[in-house]
């Protein structure tokens, strides 16, 4: 059997992960408005809902790669995927208990199993056939995270925010019973959620039964145990920086579009959904489009490129106003389709025997994504103006385009 073929349905499998988790990370942005109004929270307290999963990657980074060093990819797989599932199900007690903290609880599980999922996921895509075609192997992979984001926010928003009472009814409570109606409109995310750890337990069996290629990163036994090690290479350091920025803008753009819609366009929430949905669409035809253009352009040239466009689209969000800022925000989903994976594949080639701590350290940084939407949440409630919050996302395209400029180059130390 070619290896092309002996590789097909292990690499279907593998890109079936990646609309999973891109999926549960885009009702992120439904919950942010859901649970700000059943629990009155400020934009600030809301992005706590980002920093419970993304503090997850920072400190499960390591572990997931110890796990991957010791069992392989496959057990790797299996153990995030399960405990992707046990977060899932947590939403139904959280709902029953209608406590904020406990939510946050279940979105840091969902996340740990998250962690040890990218972490294993993404080298091994990429490295699941030719080495030369492995930025745009990943990329494609990745495009059906985009799909996810497509279509996600305009289930959930119809599943979750369609749910509980108008205003008008609101207003007529006493506090007391406003505080308990506003409480109980989180009961509806148990639905969504339980289906999901269902899917996820069945895929998880998927894998058990499936035998995947193994490769000699993971057989191999390397004399060097320490991550820091890893750091020898300079361009994973720029990787993990790159990473870092990129994921903050990404998760700052997606998880606060609908609450940006709402001041900036005047939006109600739904629509606003809507058009998040519009911002998938143009993250799934940037990806594939991307995917498409590596053939003739450099992927570092292209990073490059779209990190340039997406800060000037930045601009526009922050000084326009009306519909426009949303068309610009959309525009900046389209050029940030690419970053994560290439910035990945880049800061990976040719670690070797540190591929499987590299790929902890890149996924590590995607902490980036529970500190920079903070700030960009206290920029907002500061000038009680939200669109100057996207001065954030603006200086993170800076540091992708310093490192699709010349970040990305592989230097290592002996």
């Known amino acids: 059997m070619k290896p092309s073929q002996r590789?097909?349905?292990?690499?279907?499998?593998?890109?079936?992960?990646?609309?999973?988790?891109?999926?549960?990370?885009?009702?992120?942005?439904?919950?942010?408005?859901?649970l700000k109004r059943s629990f009155t929270l400020t934009t600030t307290q809301s992005t706590l809902i980002d920093s419970?999963?993304?503090?997850?990657?920072?400190?499960?980074a390591i572990p997931a790669g110890f796990i991957m060093k010791k069992f392989g990819y496959k057990y790797g797989i299996i153990t995030g995927l399960v405990i992707f599932a046990a977060g899932s199900f947590m939403f139904l007690p959280a709902a029953d208990h209608q406590s904020y903290e406990y939510f946050l609880a279940a979105l840091f599980i969902i996340a740990c199993g998250l962690t040890i999922l990218e972490t294993a996921a993404n080298p091994y895509a990429a490295i699941l056939g030719d080495p030369a075609r492995s930025t745009q192997r990943l990329n494609f992979a990745q495009s059906f995270n985009g799909l996810a984001a497509a279509i996600a926010p305009v289930i959930g928003a119809r599943i979750i925010l369609t749910k509980g009472h108008t205003d008008i009814e609101l207003n007529a409570m006493t506090d007391m019973a406003k505080k308990l109606a506003l409480a109980s409109e989180a009961a509806s995310v148990k639905t969504p959620y339980m289906i999901l750890g269902i899917v996820l337990l069945v895929v998880a069996l998927l894998f058990a039964l499936t035998k995947l290629p193994k490769f000699n990163s993971e057989t191999a036994s390397s004399a060097n145990k320490n991550i820091l090690h890893a750091f020898r290479h300079r361009h994973l350091t720029w990787a993990?920086?790159?990473?870092?920025f990129y994921v903050g803008a990404q998760i700052?753009?997606?998880?606060?579009f609908i609450l940006y819609a709402e001041r900036s366009a005047s939006l109600d929430q739904v629509k606003a959904a809507d058009y998040l949905g519009a911002c998938?669409?143009?993250?799934?035809?940037?990806?594939?489009?991307?995917?498409f253009l590596m053939q003739y352009i450099k992927p570092e040239r292209l990073l490059a490129l779209y990190a340039a466009a997406s800060m000037a689209l930045c601009m526009v969000a922050i000084m326009a106003t009306g519909m426009i800022t949303v068309y610009a925000v959309i525009g900046i989903c389209f050029f940030m389709s690419?970053?994560?994976?290439?910035?990945?594949?880049?800061?990976?080639?040719?670690?070797?025997?540190?591929?499987?701590?590299?790929?902890?350290?890149?996924?590590?940084?995607?902490?980036?994504?529970?500190?920079?939407?903070?700030?960009?949440?206290?920029?907002?409630?500061?000038?009680?103006?939200?669109?100057?919050?996207?001065?954030?996302?603006?200086?993170?395209?800076?540091?992708?385009?310093?490192?699709?400029?010349?970040?990305?180059?592989?230097?290592?130390?002996?």
């Open 52 to 60: 419970a999963v993304f503090i997850a990657y920072f400190l499960m």
């Open 240 to 244: 993990v920086i790159a990473q870092f």
């Open 338 to 414: 690419i970053m994560f994976p290439t910035i990945f594949s880049l800061g990976i080639k040719d670690l070797k025997e540190d591929t499987e701590y590299g790929s902890s350290l890149i996924i590590m940084s995607i902490v980036g994504g529970a500190i920079l939407p903070r700030i960009f949440g206290q920029i907002s409630d500061a000038t009680n103006n939200i669109q100057l919050g996207y001065i954030v996302p603006l200086a993170c395209f800076l540091v992708v385009f310093f490192f699709g400029w010349k970040g990305y180059r592989v230097v290592s130390a002996e």
């Open 7 to 34: 590789y097909l349905f292990p690499f279907i499998l593998v890109t079936s992960l990646f609309f999973l988790w891109g999926f549960v990370h885009n009702l992120d942005p439904i919950l942010i408005p859901h």
């Open 252 to 256: 700052s753009v997606f998880s606060l």
């Open 280 to 291: 998938g669409i143009a993250f799934l035809i940037g990806r594939f489009l991307g995917t």
